[in-house]
């Protein structure tokens, strides 16, 4: 039986960890202790994230992992060594927010758990919180591009979604048009079979204010042209419907 150390904290709940959980379980049985440090937040920081931990056990068993759990109040760093120290572990997943808003990146965790043992570290990035952290308010950022449009070779679309969702985002979405034109003023349409390899493509992201801010350096480097915009907005369901 696989054993796995996965550790979170701001990340428990994240569709990313449980799928990182759900291919382990292909594979094979697995264990999974689920290590959730988080310093010296105080007991009312213990009490919130021992639900946390409480629901993440639920979420990761029902994918078919076998399951324990504990918060620790200690530095990252230490609880993973000392973890590791206690029991066998196959590999480490350390689950982190995205970088530039992952304080554990900005620390170097990954580096210094990976330089300390020999246990495979793997490192999955995800967005905070449990789906319906965005039940309140969110920013939908829209950008316009060509079919046409490529980066290094390769789809622009697929890959500012790929980037997307390497970076943490709550969603995106690729719509294709059927007809339409920009700055170039050339008409992009369906009708004509010329030019039906080239029609017009919106990608809509959407997450917190900051998310989104944090995603904008990444469309600085993959757009040459095209048009950005952004607008706030009211969330009224994100995430799935629990099962009944």
């Not at 591009?145 to 890959?159: T, V």
């Not at 034109?181 to 017009?200: C, E, I, K, N, Y």
């Not at 904008?216 to 706030?232: A, K, Y």
Request: proline share 5%.
């Amino acid at each position: 039986m696989s054993q796995l150390l996965v550790v979170a904290y701001r990340t428990l709940g994240g569709i990313p960890l449980l799928e990182e959980v759900a291919e382990h379980v292909a594979r094979g049985p697995t264990r999974i202790h689920v290590l959730v440090p988080i310093g010296d937040g105080g007991s009312e920081a213990v009490v919130a994230a021992r639900a946390q931990l409480t629901a993440e056990q639920e979420r990761l068993g029902a994918v078919g992992a076998e399951v324990t759990g504990e918060v620790v109040a200690a530095p990252p760093r230490e609880a993973i060594l000392d973890a590791l120290a206690r029991d066998h572990y196959d590999e480490v997943v350390l689950c982190t927010l995205p970088r530039g808003l992952s304080r554990w990146l900005r620390d170097d965790l990954v580096d210094a758990v990976t330089a300390a043992t020999d246990v495979p570290v793997r490192h999955v990035t995800a967005p905070a919180g449990h789906a319906a952290r965005l039940a309140t308010r969110a920013v939908r950022l829209t950008i316009y591009l060509g079919e046409s449009d490529r980066y290094e070779g390769r789809p622009l679309a697929g890959e500012i979604v790929r980037r997307a969702r390497r970076a943490g985002l709550a969603g995106a979405t690729v719509l294709r048009g059927l007809e339409g034109f920009g700055a170039s003023q050339v008409v992009r349409t369906a009708r004509l079979v010329a030019l039906s390899d080239d029609l017009p493509l919106v990608i809509v992201l959407v997450d917190t204010a900051e998310r989104i801010e944090a995603f904008l350096p990444v469309l600085d480097e993959l757009l040459d042209s095209g048009l950005v915009t952004s607008e706030e907005l009211d969330v009224v369901v994100y995430g799935r419907r629990a099962a009944r």
